[in-house]
């Protein structure tokens, strides 16, 4: 009994030692706004699914600004093959006819941004889901390469609704479908659609919730992580190949808002319960930032 007593004593004195580390950082943070990609493995185990959506609300609760962007590949896959409609991809890209891009929208607008706001709802948040088209929230264009239908890049982001739903404690969700000037719907990748909504409203933090630790100087070996970079090291290790294949548009997105004047921008491993409270609220943080020169 005298052991039970003991070890819940210490558990206590545990949370209260993270409690008072996280101070500072709430009192740093509070009022910014925090762009979060979310995406990954934290997506489809619900498990870490209820994590990140905890972690959501908490950022919230103790007056940070959060602005939730998402994705659904696997979602979007699994309704293509109900509709007999096979998914192809083109270095990397969606092939996106005009069928494809009907289930697109339903399933990121419609399925996978409702379950996201009813979730946040659940947990005690004051969740909007929205999508490129609402509000003009963002202007369309396509992607330019060859075959690959309605794929899409960010040519404008107007940020007034969100400015307005954020500053009355609501937290925008917001899926990675936009149309341009003629009404014509486009998928656009949910990564750059972060960076550019993080750009746009001068965002403190811009967070990519991934598959992986960071930017490794081995992919193969997760101890090789690189905790903190700033734009001009970013771009060298794209240029000697230590950051390759899916991290390259990761880390271009990251280079992007920072240039555009976000403070900081982040890579972590969406697969570690409660990654953005860990990044954001202790003093190690867990996966990679990367800087603005004149910030770090």
């Known amino acids: 009994m005298a052991n039970d007593t003991e070890y819940i004593r210490q558990a206590e004195a545990n949370r209260v030692e993270i409690l008072s580390e996280a101070l500072p950082y709430i009192q740093q943070f509070a009022g910014r706004t925090v762009v979060v990609k979310y995406g990954g493995a934290a997506m489809k185990d619900s498990t870490l699914k209820d994590k990140v959506i905890r972690d959501i609300v908490f950022l919230s609760c103790v007056g940070l600004r959060p602005i939730l962007v998402h994705g659904g590949g696997p979602e979007i896959n699994s309704w293509l093959g109900k509709l007999g409609i096979e998914a192809q991809f083109k270095n990397g890209l969606r092939v996106t006819d005009a069928a494809t891009m009907d289930v697109v929208e339903m399933v990121l607008v419609g399925r996978v941004n409702k379950e996201i706001v009813s979730l946040i709802n659940q947990a005690g948040g004051m969740a909007v889901g929205l999508c490129g088209k609402d509000g003009n929230l963002i202007t369309a264009r396509p992607q330019g390469d060859e075959g690959i239908g309605f794929v899409g890049e960010v040519s404008s982001v107007n940020i007034k609704i969100l400015d307005t739903l954020s500053k009355n404690g609501y937290i925008p969700v917001v899926s990675s ?98 990654a953005l409270l860990l990044e954001i609220f202790t003093d190690v943080g867990i996966g990679t930032m990367i800087l603005g020169s004149q910030f770090k």
């Open 177 to 274: 479908v936009a149309a341009d000037d003629n009404g014509q719907a486009y998928n656009i990748n949910a990564d750059t659609v972060a960076g550019e909504i993080a750009a746009a409203l001068g965002a403190e933090k811009l967070i990519l919730l991934t598959d992986t630790r960071g930017i490794l100087t081995d992919y193969k070996d997760p101890s090789t992580l690189i905790p903190k970079v700033d734009i001009r090291e970013a771009r060298q290790l794209i240029s000697d190949g230590v950051v390759s294949g899916g991290m390259i548009p990761k880390v271009t997105c990251c280079v992007r808002s920072l240039a555009q004047g976000v403070k900081a921008s982040h890579i972590i491993d969406g697969r570690i319960p409660h």
